[in-house]
Every structure is written in C-alpha cells, then in structure tokens.
C-alpha cells in the first residue's frame, strides 16, 4: 500500500471549459471557411446556452464566487467607452471590417499597415458575430465578447484550486493585476489568462502526471479525453488571440522537450498529435499572411530601412536604453509584488514542489528574456514602445507568478 498525491480538477467545470472553447474556436472557423450566416448564429446561441448552463445550473453551486466575477465583468466591458486605442483602432477595427465586409480576411487588402493587420483574428471575430445578431455596430457592446472567451480560461484555473478561498483568492489577484485590461476591448489579458491556464494543463499532463481521473475506468477515460481536449482548445486560443500568444505557446512546447529530455522521457505519438492540432490553425493563418504579404510591424517591416541587428545593437550601446527597461520592466509595481509573493512561496514549498517551480520559472524566465530581445528591435521608439506596452505584456508573468503561488495550497493526499 503506497500513498502518493493526487490533484482532483473539478471535471464538471473542466467539461463545461471544453464545451465554451470549442464553440468560440468554431465561431473562428466558421468565418475562416465563409460559412453560411445561420451556422455562426447557431453556434453562437449554442455559446450562450452554455455560459447560462454555468451561470444558472445547480451542479456549479459552489462557484458562485466566479459566476459573479464573470457577470461583473460582463457588466463592465458593456458600460465603458473604448478609448484604448489597441482596442479602438486594433481589435475593434478588424472585428468591424469583418462586421461590415462579412470577411474574416478584409485585413489582406493591408490598409493601414499600422493597424496589425497579420493578427489572427480569434476574438474579433466573436465580436464580429455578435454585431451581427443585434444587426449594427457600435463601439462598446462588440468587445464584450473578449469575456466570452476569457471564461474557458478562467474556468479551467478554478477547476484545479477547487477550494472556494483559493478561487476567491485567486479572482482578487486577478482583479489587482489585470484589473481594467479585461474589459477595455485589448487582448492582452485574455493572452495572459490562457498562458496561466496552458501552463497548468499542459504542466498537468506531460510533467507531472499526478492527476485524479476518477475511480471507475469509464469516468478515467473520459475525464481524460475532456482533459486533453481542453489543453488542445485553450492552446488554440492562446495562439490566435495574438502573435504574442503564439510566442508563448512555442516557449511552452520547447520548455516540455527541455524537461523530458532532461529526464529522459519519452515523447508520446499523442502528445506529438496534441502539438500539432495546436499550432495548425496558427500555422494556417500566417502562411496565408504571408502569401498576401502582410507581415507583423513590431519587426519593422515597411517602417524604415533599419534592421533589427542594427537596432538592437544600436540600443545596446546605449545607456539610456537600459534606464528604460530598469524603468518599465523591473520596476514595474505589479511585477515586483508579485515577483515577491513567488519568491516567498518558493522558499517555503520548494521541496514538495520542486518540478512545478522549475516548469514556471523555465517559461517564465524564457519570455521574461524574450521581451528584452523584442523591445531591442522594435521598429519605433523604445521609450515610446516601452511606454505603451510593457506594462501590457508583463501582465502575463505577473499572472502566472500568482496563480502558482496559490496552486501549491491546493494539494489533496488520496491512498491507494
């Protein structure tokens, strides 16, 4: 008789997260092949059952915490005004051409370059839906849809920590570390909440393998297939939210090869499928970017003659280049307290959780470098870029520092 821990997810939440991914990457696709108008209206509808399914059904009882999280949000983003101009000008703008064009591909025309139109284009699409049901468009009540897709995200988190104090915990560190980014139209939190969640499922699966699928073998069996299903949905999303999204999921899959071959695992034939069906739709996406030559402009494409060895090499000489990112990217308020919150938590269940540590801090740290590399060779002005973004993008380490803070709390010792 040995005892060894397992970690129990919440299936009814892992399963209803499974069902709210698939219709909201099937409201993707659907514009992505041109499909008839009704079968986007249906889909849509069949989305909305499902969030009410979450919202009114008894057998969620005991989340109530995240119903009113999601409501109240919901609420939010339908009575702001968009004045971020990425979420004017950037998301809101190809949800509208979508809107009025009935294309998912208007943005290949490549008007106004500076609009990011080699995006994919996930969220406004739903957006794009939605206006299309209430039948105009107007600048507020489309991007709403962004909490739409950001409820499979959260979900899958709640599932893992269970206990309604961590989720509480849990949805007022995201209130204080995301706070207004959720709900103003932008995609950066969404893109943040999916690196939390692919993290956790794929750290969940592959690395640790320390799941409770259930007693009986026909519940093992499906618990496991929904378990998979949803990595593969939440890692889709991820990757079509935005280019950065893509970065990530790739630090993700490059960090599991690290970890199995530093300790000699074997990589399995439906692991090697889940990666794939991943990064396909993706893949897709930009090589028809690239066929109608429309390109990311953060790599300075049609924005000077400078490459981006000489401006990365140029700022490196620079000293007030380092000021810059003392400035915005170690300094930043939010980066530092939950860089704290980590730490502390590292030095006081290390031992018991050593393999999650080193699976965070191996993404983590990997995107935290990435982020220098980029900002070295974006094609405008660094404090300018800095200005307007850094404190966007370090949204996701600060996310994943505390989500995994409170995850090692949430352990669950079964006998066998």
Same mark, same amino acid.
């Given at each position: ?40 209206? @249906?889909?849509? +509808?069949?989305? $909305? &059952?499902?969030? /009410?399914?979450? =919202? ?7 989340? #109530? *915490? ?74 507020? @009540?489309?991007? +709403?849809?962004? $909490? &739409?897709?950001? /409820?499979?995200? =959260? ?7 269970? #206990? *309604? ?84 999921? /790739? ?166």
């Amino acid at each position: 008789m040995s005892v060894k821990t397992f970690y129990t997810p919440d299936w009814k939440l892992i399963r209803i997260s499974c069902f709210i991914s698939l219709a909201v990457f099937c409201n993707y696709l659907l514009w992505a092949i041109n499909s008839y108008s009704f079968l986007k209206y @249906f889909n849509f +509808s069949l989305l $909305i &059952f499902l969030i /009410l399914n979450f =919202l009114i059904n008894k057998d969620f009882k005991d989340h #109530n *915490y995240v119903r009113l999280f999601f409501i109240c949000l919901l609420v939010l983003s339908l009575g702001s005004v968009t004045t971020d101009w990425d979420a004017r000008s950037v998301w809101l703008f190809h949800a509208k051409r979508i809107f009025f064009d009935n294309n998912l591909y208007s943005g290949f025309d490549n008007y106004e370059p500076e609009l990011m139109n080699a995006y994919p284009l996930l969220a406004p699409s739903l957006s794009a839906t939605l206006a299309k049901i209430v039948g105009y468009w107007n600048e507020i @009540f489309p991007k +709403s849809t962004n $909490i &739409f897709v950001l /409820l499979p995200a =959260l979900l899958v988190q709640c599932s893992f920590l269970k #206990n *309604y104090k961590l989720n509480l915990i849990w949805l007022m560190f995201i209130l204080l570390f995301s706070g207004r980014i959720l709900v103003n139209g932008r995609t950066d939190g969404l893109v943040a909440m999916y690196f939390v969640s692919n993290c956790l499922i794929i750290f969940s699966l592959f690395i640790e393998n320390k799941i409770n699928y259930g007693t009986r073998r026909k519940d093992r069996k499906l618990n496991e297939i929904f378990l998979l299903a949803s990595g593969i949905f939440t890692g889709i999303t991820l990757t079509l939210l935005k280019n950065e999204g893509f970065v990530l999921m /790739l630090i993700i899959f490059l960090t599991t090869i690290l970890y199995k071959a530093i300790n000699k695992k074997s990589f399995k034939s439906k692991e090697l499928i889940f990666w794939i069906i991943i990064f396909s739709p993706f893949v897709i996406w930009k090589l028809m970017t690239i066929y109608h030559g429309v390109y990311p402009r953060i790599l300075g494409y049609g924005v000077d003659d400078i490459s981006i060895y000489e401006r990365i090499t140029g700022r490196l000489l620079h000293l007030n280049s380092y000021k810059l990112f003392i400035t915005y990217l170690i300094l930043n308020e939010k980066f530092i307290l939950s860089l704290i919150i980590f730490s502390f938590v590292l030095y006081k269940n290390f031992t018991n959780n050593k393999t999650m540590f080193t699976f965070v801090l191996l993404n983590v740290i990997s995107y935290y470098i990435l982020l220098y590399i980029i900002f070295l060779g974006a094609s405008w002005d660094l404090e300018m870029t800095l200005n307007s973004s850094a404190h966007r993008v370090l949204v996701s380490i600060v996310l994943a520092f505390s989500f995994f803070s409170i995850y090692t709390f949430k352990n669950k010792t079964i006998k066998l």
